[in-house]
């Protein structure tokens, strides 16, 4: 139906997009700490990552659902 295509492209296609934005910001503290550390941006990581873990999950989900369909 139309209604469970919108769902699934507004759910589901935030998770991918929320994915490549928190991979891109880890890698940018990431690089930054190289140069420098700071225990400010170590917490931010340590959160972004569990938020990564989180999406990684409902990704999982995603592949699941989508293969019980097909």
């Given at each position: 139906t139309i209604a469970a295509m919108d769902w699934n492209k507004n759910i589901f296609?935030?998770?991918f997009?929320?994915?490549h934005w928190l991979l891109g910001r880890i890698k940018g503290i990431q690089i930054s700490?190289?140069?420098h550390y700071s225990h400010n941006l170590?917490?931010?990581e340590n959160e972004l990552?569990?938020?990564?873990?989180?999406?990684?999950y409902q990704e999982e989900l995603f592949w699941f659902q989508k293969s019980r369909t097909n």
């Open positions: 296609g935030n998770i997009r929320r994915k700490h190289a140069k170590h917490q931010l990552i569990e938020d990564f873990n989180k999406v990684l």
